[in-house]
Every structure is written in C-alpha cells, then in structure tokens.
Antibody, heavy 116, light 111 residues
C-alpha cells in the first residue's frame, strides 16, 4: 500500500521560512517523479513543483520560483519542500504526491499559514 | 484566474448522466495527452484521481466515470448519478511551459 506521510507546516510570519517533509513507502520511490501541490482555502488545487526520480531536474510554478526548493533523499525515501520568503498568499494546505500520469497518491496534507 | 476553464456548477438527477467540460488552449490540453480529472468530496481532504492520460481510469474507480478530449477541450462524463457523486471536480493538464495547471473546479449537485 502506498503511503505518503507528511510533516512540518504551521504558522509563520510573512518573510519567514518553513520546511515540509514527506516520507514515502509502498512503492519504488527512487523511480518515481514526485510533486508538491497546494490548495488555498476555498480554492482549487495548484501544482507547486516536481522533481525527477534522481533529483537532477526540478520544475516550479512561476509564483514560487526562486523562493521554494523541492528536493529528495532516495536513501531514506523522503521528499522535501523548503519554503523561503513566504507570503500571505502562500497560505494553503500542502500535499506531496506521486506522479504517474496525474497524481494517484497523495499525502494527508499539512496546513501552512502565513500571517502576522 | 485558472488556466483551464470549467463550469462553476452542474446538476443532475439520480440515475442521469452529466458532462463537465474543461477548456484549455493549444499549449496545454490541445497539445498533450496529459489530462487528468479529480474528485474532492470535502475541503481539506486530498483529491482523488478519477481519470489519467485523458481517458484512463485507475484501478478501483467506477466505470461510471469516463472522459474524452477534442481539440482544446476535455470532458468528464458521469453516468448513472449516485448521491455519493456530489463533490467538486477538477481537471488538470500539462503545459508547454513545463508546468501543470488546474481548472477552478465544478461543483456537482445530485438532485
């Protein structure tokens, strides 16, 4: 059974930083593209970033480029999202997800609230 | 403003069929077969993948869900509407700028 267990998140002031983690099991993590997505209150999902299986390529939505960094450690089957210079509009539930012609498997979600 | 356009709401009676459209451009839906559909039954709960690669239904998804694409528009059809189908539905597509985009979502009401 695929499991994606997230940790991190919480309340942070504008301009602050947070790191999200996602521990994967039940599938070949090192062979899978992985993504972070988010969903702001009352809005639809938004894809944030993804990373190639070997970590050599990363892609981002324009609004987070230069502020967020996706990474992975295949030795411990984990995905990360380092979020810097956070803005109020980054407030959302963040999900890690396995890529496979869409996102068939999602983490449980973690709330990130950016507020002063 | 979302990159993909969906109707805000649709409704149908029990047992009927409905279709939700998702309109993009020649840079996303029109160019790639990386269109997927999601069901979200409650806020805060992760969306569920219903359809991938335009028409493929993952294991465990009811055969009442089907999808297609024509030009820049993708469509999701739900046949034999059931009460548990009442949810928000989202489409998504890969784009030529190497990002993935979603529609704003369609709220389905089962009458």
């Amino acid at each position: 059974e695929v499991q994606l267990v997230q940790s991190g998140g919480g309340l942070v002031q504008p301009g602050g930083s947070l790191r999200l983690s996602c521990a994967a099991s039940g599938f070949t993590f090192a062979g899978s593209w992985m993504s972070w997505l988010r969903q702001a209150p009352g809005k639809g999902p938004e894809w944030v970033a993804n990373v190639k299986p070997d970590g050599s390529e990363t892609y981002y939505v324009g609004s987070v480029k230069g502020r967020f960094a996706i990474s992975r450690d295949n030795a411990v089957n984990s995905l990360y999202l380092q979020m810097n210079r956070l803005r109020i509009e980054d407030t959302a539930v963040y999900y890690c997800a396995r890529d496979d012609s869409g996102w068939p498997d999602w983490g449980q979600g973690t709330l990130v609230t950016v507020s002063s | 403003q979302s990159a993909l356009t969906q109707p805000a709401s649709v409704s149908g009676s029990l047992g009927q069929s409905i279709t939700i459209s998702c309109t993009g451009t020649s840079s996303d839906i029109g160019r790639y077969n990386h269109v997927s559909w999601y069901q979200q039954q409650q806020p805060g709960k992760a969306p569920k993948l219903l359809i991938s690669a335009v028409t493929k239904r993952p294991s465990g998804v009811s055969s009442r869900f089907s999808a297609s694409k024509s030009g820049n528009t993708a469509s999701l059809t739900i046949s034999g509407l059931q009460p548990e189908d009442e949810a928000d539905y989202y489409c998504s597509s890969y784009t030529s700028t190497t990002v993935w985009v979603f529609g704003a979502g369609t709220k389905l009401t089962v009458l």
